[in-house]
Nanobody
Framework: QVRQVESGGGSVQPGGSLRLSCAAF????????MGWYRQAPGKRELVARI??????NYAVSVEGRFTISRDNAKHTVDLQMNSLKPEDTAVYYC????????WGQGTQVTVSS
């Protein structure tokens, strides 16, 4: 069964950092591009996306603060988040293609003073 498991979330103060990790099981990762998404009340957005060769794209809201990386051998995709802001608060998910693969349980990130 294809699935992914997200971890690494938590509560931090503004300006803090967190590193999220996604472990992909089954064939979901392979050589597919992978994305990190976030879900806040009423809004879901693609935060960062990385292709099989390591090329990455970011949402404007996180550009320069977040870094996505992947280890194809370990089937993992990480998201390093620095200079966190309250508006980064959301549940974060990884997925290769939400139109095809189900969502995992996500990991909660809360940024608050």
């Amino acid at each position: 069964q294809v699935r992914q498991v997200e971890s690494g979330g938590g509560s931090v103060q503004p300006g803090g950092s967190l590193r999220l990790s996604c472990a992909a099981f089954g064939s979901i990762l392979g050589m597919r591009p992978m994305g990190w998404y976030r879900q806040a009340p009423g809004k879901r957005e693609l935060v960062a996306r990385i292709d099989s060769g390591g090329g990455a794209n970011y949402a404007v809201s996180v550009e320069g603060r977040f870094t996505i990386s992947r280890d194809n051998a370990k089937h993992t995709v990480d998201l390093q988040m620095n200079s966190l802001k309250p508006e980064d608060t959301a549940v974060y998910y990884c997925n290769a293609d939400p139109a095809i693969f189900p969502w995992g349980q996500g990991t909660q990130v809360t940024v608050s003073s």
